[in-house]
């Protein structure tokens, strides 16, 4: 259908067939075809080469059009896109992971929402199926292995962080916690960095009781001295309830004359300088604002002279995550190619 505009047309007849349910084997055949996981472009092009191939045979043999012969096309579509879906099924060892996109993306547009019930309708089983997977799998993956055991087709990594933060939101501190806790047991930590996962229990727990929430913080520091992903989110608690001499001690105990700003530390000086503004002390403020504005000027000029700093994700497991629109995996790769999204660009 290299004619745009006879594309166009076709689609729109496409989609008027299916609104009004006539002929009934449009709408079928369309239904079938989302539940098999294309997205309702593609759907609706796929019905629509077969109408339009419908309508060349009827116009050069000059028969009369035959509802029947369309139905009988449609099926064979359908069997063809069955079979393919299949052996891309099996090849792939997909059956285990059938319903946990849905679940997944039900659960991102109950969030959108606030409706936090049935957030957890969604993602509770989720995380319940994702456990499964893990715990029959050879040795213990970390977040990563999972990723491309899966071609990336459900953004593990991305949802585990944003269901950790939405329970928080949720205030559903217990089942926060835990998934947390969980997440930590499941997974290897060869690759990946945990330290989001214990913020969170930490900062959690300043919610419920600030003893448990020290001695959470003060236990990790000793396995982790210096961790600047542990020293900023006990700072964020210490300050939460105003108890500023202790967050200050602790900062200035991370600090000394020659520590510099780097992709790993950035966001303790920026939490130093928001601190000394705070208290009024502009002069120590705009000394950590200085060795940042240093530390940016130089990223932008070079930044391959921090690409060993890259392997370190602790930082950026506080940065804010901006989402795109979602591109779901078999639909179209808005590229161009033609391919599917997790066959193009969606794979990485």
Known sequence: MANLRLKKEIIGAVDNQIKTNNPKCTKRTYEILLDMGFDKTTAKEKIAAVLLDEIYETLKNEKVYDEAIYEEKLNELVDTCSREYKEEYDENDEGQWTGLEELIWDGYEATEKLQYDKMLENWIPAWEQVKTIVAGAEGKP???????????????????????????????????????????????WEFDRPDNYKAAIGETMNRRGHEECDTWYENWLKEEPGNPACINSYIWCLIDRNEIDRAKELMEGYFNDNTECNIENEIMFIRAASMYKALGNEESARIYEKKLKTFHENFLVNPLQYKDEYDDLSFFDYQPVIKDKKIYPNESCPCGSGKKYKKCCGKT
């Open 142 to 188: 970390s977040i990563r292995n999972l990723e491309e055991a899966t071609d990336y087709a459900y953004e593990i990594y991305n949802w585990l962080q944003d269901m950790e933060m939405e329970l928080g939101n949720a205030k559903e501190y217990d089942k926060r916690i835990n998934f947390c806790r969980e997440v930590l047991e499941l997974f290897s």
